[in-house]
């Protein structure tokens, strides 16, 4: 395995990012992020409901 140096790594990236735009990763990353917004808040809703017995 070839090493490259961080800086090679960074340039590399960093001028393939506009050519390949925003990705699968941040569309996973914002999923991920609205479900567990979703339920954290029925998570903590939940404890808010009151039995009346």
Same mark, same amino acid.
């Given at each position: =395995?070839?090493?490259?140096?961080?800086?090679?790594?960074?340039?590399?990236?960093a001028s393939?990012?506009?050519?390949?735009?925003?990705?699968?990763?941040l569309r996973?990353?914002?999923?991920? =992020?609205?479900?567990?917004?979703?339920?954290?808040?029925?998570?903590?809703?939940?404890?808010?409901?009151?039995k009346d017995?």
């Amino acid at each position: =395995m070839e090493h490259i140096p961080a800086v090679a790594w960074l340039t590399e990236a960093a001028s393939a990012a506009p050519r390949q735009g925003a990705g699968n990763l941040l569309r996973i990353v914002l999923i991920v =992020m609205v479900l567990g917004c979703v339920l954290t808040a029925w998570f903590l809703l939940r404890g808010y409901k009151r039995k009346d017995d």
